[in-house]
């Protein structure tokens, strides 16, 4: 700032006469002119020195002694920030919903996205593709492994694929625009002027692979392993103690975890392994141990008059890895209660977790006590915007023996309303979005979508569920017998030489796991040409974002199975699926 008494009289009358008559004149202004006046060079800060003092000192732009007129209408502040809110949130959807690509080409048949979602939860790796490399004999086409799952998937979603591959070969330019090639990153791969297309047009390419015996016994091994179904995990501890976790770690269990928490063994060991193994990524768990699996002797841990089951105290010591409550090893189970294999030496190491708990579950209002939702995030399967706020926890110190770190994101949604969850997790590095992304990714409908609703059934609801699963439904329709989709039923009646045959055979598989997967309790017809027209045929469109592939199904006016396809929209979200390429697979229904 600078010194007043540095400046002659004349000096300091002269800014005061000037912002007397102008008081729109800046600091700058003024000294631009004593500089021209009196030839002498003044700094701003001098010029706001000698106003200030005199008490002249008004926002720029507006006169001294501005007196406001008076206010005709105002907006409440509480109704101010709600309407701020609601500006914000449509902002935040239309720039989420714009991003999805509204311009994107539509396919018919992107409803297969089911078929090859089922291919994709069996096996990691193109299963036909690869065994039938084995057994060529001469040039293949181009991205023949996506060729060969597309044609699987065909077999099914087409009511006149043919059976011959003979017969295929020459009409494979009919389903040159079917939406399974999209799906399976090939894109417009098979339009009529493609490479592809073209090559499968030069080359005998069904020809090229020889049908034979040895190919039907390694075909029929590897397809019963594909699908093999994990009941659950079971960890031993150090302290002789287990956990029970059902095969989409989705909870913990008390005793044997229902069949529809099942996962094929391809998935199962690849989630055990990235999640509880090496940890590279958290294991995210939908909910506490379910109501009907609390045993009567189940203590609770209380704080000023509220509770917490303890069962959180002891995951959370396992995943630190916390003395007596090491991870020793981890046994998998099939659906019979059989062993299937075991990891018997697991690297000591905290593993990173979260945990969802909700408004009516112990715990709840422990952990949700002063959160107040302040940030958002916006969630594509949801449609809507989640606000989220972090906290330390307030849990008794007694318990936390050996737990380093845990803290709550609680999610709401609404600004500081009422949370709809809280996410417990002891992860010290995530920042509260990321915790809210990850857990929104895993869960993309929270706990209102099949799991949350399976983990928060009654004991009478839950041995209903499993009698009736109990009962397996053969799918057949009017053109194949019930006796078609036993396990190579299709090549018996078929010659060996003529491949043909196993796209039929293995699409009829993918097509069985479908129903037990994402439509088991939807139907008791189970006509093929139903699921064609209702659901296989849909029309759609498909585009790349981030580390994410996002299928939008379109669904036709006066649709007549709305809430039957948003459930299995659900259930296929809930698998937590990659593609080949490694990206999130998430279907959304336009």
């Given at each position: ?11 300091i ?10 008081s ?31 008490c002249?000192?008004s926002s720029?732009?507006?006169p001294?002694?501005f007196?406001?007129g ?7 502040s ?7 809110e609601?500006?914000?949130k449509v902002?935040?959807e ?16 992107m409803?297969?996205?089911f ?7 069996t096996c ?8 039938l490399?084995k057994?060529?004999?001469?040039p293949l086409p ?9 044609l ?14 003979s ?9 040159s625009?079917?939406?399974?090639w ?6 417009d ?8 297309n073209?090559?499968?047009?030069e ?10 015996l040895?190919?039907?016994?390694e075909y029929?091994?590897?397809k ?17 103690s287990?956990?029970?976790?059902d095969?989409?770690l ?12 099942s996962?094929s063994?391809?998935q ?13 990524q958290?294991?995210?768990?939908l ?9 009567p ?10 509770q ?16 007596s ?14 062993s ?12 990173i977790?979260?945990l969802g ?16 939702t ?19 926890t ?21 600004a ?12 010290a ?17 929270l ?7 399976l983990?928060?059934?009654?004991p ?5 569920d499993?009698?009736?699963?109990s ?5 057949h ?9 036993e ?14 045959w196993?796209?039929q055979?293995f699409?009829?598989?993918l097509?069985?796991?479908?129903l037990?997967?994402?439509?088991y ?15 296989y045929?849909?029309s ?10 996002l299928v ?12 039957v ?13 990659n593609?080949?390429?490694g ?8």
């Open positions: 700032m600078g010194v007043i008494y540095k400046f002659k009289k004349d000096i009358d002269f800014i005061l006469d000037q912002k007397r008559t102008d729109t004149l800046s600091c700058r202004q003024l000294a631009v002119l004593i500089n021209e006046q009196f030839r002498t060079h003044v700094s701003k800060s001098s010029v706001n020195a000698i106003i200030k003092n005199a002249l000192s720029v732009g507006r001294a002694g007196v406001a008076p206010k005709r209408f105002q907006i409440p509480q109704k101010k920030q709600q309407l701020s609601e500006i914000r902002g935040i239309k720039k989420q919903e714009a991003s999805l690509g509204g311009g994107s080409k539509v396919y018919p048949g409803g297969c996205v078929l090859l979602a089922a291919q994709w939860m990691r790796k193109q299963f036909l593709g690869s065994l490399r057994y060529a004999k001469g181009h991205a023949f492994d996506s060729l060969c799952d597309g699987a998937c065909l077999s099914v979603a087409v009511e006149d694929f043919p059976g011959k591959g017969v295929l070969a020459n009409k494979i330019r009919q389903y625009s079917h939406g399974i999209a799906l399976n990153a090939l894109g791969g098979l339009s009529t002027d493609s490479d592809i073209l090559s499968l047009e080359q005998d390419w069904i020809g090229a692979i020889s049908g034979s040895n190919l039907l016994l029929e091994k590897e019963k392993q594909i699908f093999t179904d994990v009941g659950q995990f079971k960890i031993y501890l150090e302290d002789d287990q956990l029970i976790i095969a989409r989705s909870s913990l269990w008390s005793g044997k975890a229902p069949r529809r928490c996962a063994l391809e199962a060991t690849a989630m055990l392994s990235h999640g509880l193994v090496s940890n590279n958290p294991v995210i768990f909910s506490l141990t379910p109501k009907f699996c609390y045993k002797e189940d203590s609770r841990v209380s704080n000023n008059g509220r917490l089951d303890r069962s959180i105290f002891n995951l959370a010591a396992a995943f630190e890895g916390s003395k409550k090491k991870m020793l090893r981890v046994e998998v189970f099939d659906l019979n209660g059989q299937l294999a075991e990891f018997s030496s697991l690297p000591s190491k905290k593993r977790f979260m708990v909700w408004p009516g579950q112990a715990g709840f209002e422990l952990l949700a006590n002063d959160i107040k302040v940030d958002n995030i916006y969630h594509i399967a949801l449609k809507r915007v989640m606000y989220y706020a972090e906290r330390s307030t849990l008794p110190q007694n318990e936390l023996q050996g737990i380093r770190y845990l803290k709550v994101v609680g999610v709401s949604g609404v500081g309303g009422a949370l709809d969850a809280v996410i417990l997790t002891n992860d590095h995530r920042s509260a979005k990321d915790v809210v992304g990850d857990f929104l990714e895993r869960w993309p409908v706990n209102t979508g099949p799991m949350g609703k983990l928060a059934a009654s009478a609801t839950f041995s209903e499993e009698q009736a699963l009962v397996t439904a053969v799918p329709t009017d053109k194949m017998s019930a006796q078609d989709y396990p190579g039923a299709l090549w018996k009646q078929a010659p060996t030489q003529d491949i043909g196993l796209f055979d699409g009829k598989e097509h069985r796991y479908c037990e997967c994402f439509f309790d939807s139907h008791t017809n189970y006509d093929i040409t139903h699921f064609i027209s209702a659901y045929g849909l759609g469109s498909c585009i790349h974002q981030d580390n994410k592939f939008s199904l379109h669904v036709p006016t006066g649709y007549a199975h709305a809430k396809l948003q459930t299995a929209v659900d259930r296929l979200n809930e698998s937590a699926l593609d080949p390429l990206r999130r697979l998430l279907v959304l229904i336009a």
